[in-house]
């Protein structure tokens, strides 16, 4: 056995389209892993439990808000009294408000900035001085193809994700010397319930342009992560890895 202890990750939006493989994909690898959510969706919550059942307690659901810093103060603290010190911390926690912005309204604008960006510093400063203190930890962000490229009808989402790249590298250079790397990982169109819900034709008009000519599956962004989270890849850091079939190349 690894005289190592077992490496504790929190993954945000821990049961939603990409999250609940993320946690599947860590606990596989041997971490213990929290799955944080809002906990408002019971039949999904139960749901999750089955999906997860064959994982042993290795994935265990703490409720979240991430868009509240105080709510992340409380997380945090629980986290550390039932499951311990946090090495991982994967913030994958987004939702969609798609809208030209000629038609956009302001909670519309704000809910997605306060999940999507302003969520990754609310969780992200609860971790950071341990992390740093104890010369270890992982941070992953889930940004997406849409904050390289800009898309139609997400000005909000959009400019989130693109600010978790400045985010991801600004952190990266304060952290580097202490053994905690912080990148992001930018899926394309995925199957998961947030790609699934666009409507069909226009849905078909982006596969059509994806040169691998299908939608990515979530196991496929989850192993980008894992590998990103392991104690070996401590080399990178700032980093963006684009898991995207092709749709878009810098
Ligand atoms: N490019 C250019 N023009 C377009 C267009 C496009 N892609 N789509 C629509 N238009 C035109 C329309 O024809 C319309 O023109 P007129 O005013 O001349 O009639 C105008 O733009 C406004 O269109 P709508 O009234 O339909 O706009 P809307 O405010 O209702 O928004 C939308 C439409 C909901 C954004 C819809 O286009 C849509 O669902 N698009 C897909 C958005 C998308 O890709 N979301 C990703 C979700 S998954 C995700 O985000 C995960 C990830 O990270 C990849």
Redesign the pocket.
């Known amino acids: 056995m690894s005289p190592k202890r077992e490496r504790l990750a929190v993954v945000t939006g821990g049961i939603g389209g990409l999250g609940t493989e993320i946690c599947r994909y860590l606990a596989r690898s041997g971490r213990t892993v929290v799955a944080a959510d809002l906990d408002a969706r019971p039949e999904r919550l139960e749901a999750f439990r089955s999906e997860v059942a064959e994982f042993n307690g290795h994935i265990r659901f703490e409720a979240l808000n991430v868009a509240d810093f105080e709510h992340c103060e409380a997380f945090a603290e629980r986290v550390r009294e039932h499951h311990g010190e946090v090495d991982i911390l994967v913030n994958a926690a987004g939702i969609?408000r798609?809208?030209?912005l000629r038609?956009m309204d302001a909670k519309q604008w704000s809910d997605v900035i306060r999940v999507n960006l302003d969520g990754v510093f609310n969780l992200s400063r609860q971790f950071i001085d341990g992390m740093c203190e104890r010369g270890f930890g992982r941070i992953v962000n889930i940004s997406?193809?849409?904050g390289q490229t800009g898309?139609?009808?997400?000005t909000n989402?959009s400019a989130a994700?693109a600010g978790l790249h400045g985010f991801t590298m600004a952190l990266a250079r304060e952290v580097a010397r202490k053994g905690v790397t912080v990148n992001s990982v930018s899926?394309?169109?995925c199957k998961t319930q947030?790609?699934m819900q666009?409507?069909e034709p226009?849905r078909a008009e982006?596969v059509s342009k994806i040169p691998v000519g299908r939608l990515g599956e979530p196991c496929e962004i989850a192993r980008v992560v894992d590998f990103l989270s392991a104690d070996e890849s401590g080399f990178i850091t700032g980093a963006n890895v684009p898991v995207n079939g092709g749709y878009f190349m810098d």
Request: aromatic share 14%; glycine share 8%.
């Open positions: 969609t798609d809208t030209t038609k997406s193809v849409n898309q139609f009808g997400q989402y994700k899926p394309g169109y947030m790609v666009i409507p226009i982006i």
